[in-house]
């Protein structure tokens, strides 16, 4: 079983977004990962746009789904990790929208 070696970083540990997000990327180094991430941010986006446009709350449910569906079946299957939203909700939202930001513009592989 390949299984990858728990870190021993607290994200909690952490006072500031910007000291956090290398950590971040760190948590997210298999592609398979990154690329779940990535639609599932992506159909995330197309559900606001659809519970903006029709109101129905609805949408707001799929697209936290989607998101948070295909993230952590990214970790728990391909990272082998837990997710840091687990322990820093806040920090770990805005990581994954600065990751996606980073995929689009290249700084970040998929």
């Known amino acids: 079983m390949d299984t990858k070696p728990a870190t021993a970083v607290d994200p909690k540990s952490f ?5 956090f997000y ?3 990327l760190s948590e997210h180094s ?3 990962c990154r690329l779940l991430h990535f639609i ?3 159909l995330a986006l197309g559900c606001l746009v659809l519970l903006l446009a029709t109101g ?3 949408w ?3 697209g936290l ?3 948070y569906g295909f993230a952590w079946v990214g970790h728990f299957a391909f990272e082998k990790n837990r997710p840091a939203s687990f322990q820093r909700p806040l920090y770990s939202f805005r990581g994954d929208w600065v990751m996606y930001r980073d995929i689009w513009l290249g700084k970040v592989k998929i």
Request: with cysteine.
């Open 15 to 19: 006072s500031t977004f910007e000291e």
């Open 22 to 24: 290398p950590f971040y």
């Open 30 to 32: 298999n592609r398979a």
């Open 40 to 42: 599932g941010s992506t």
């Open 56 to 58: 129905d709350g609805y």
């Open 60 to 62: 707001l449910l799929v």
């Open 65 to 67: 789904l989607c998101g």
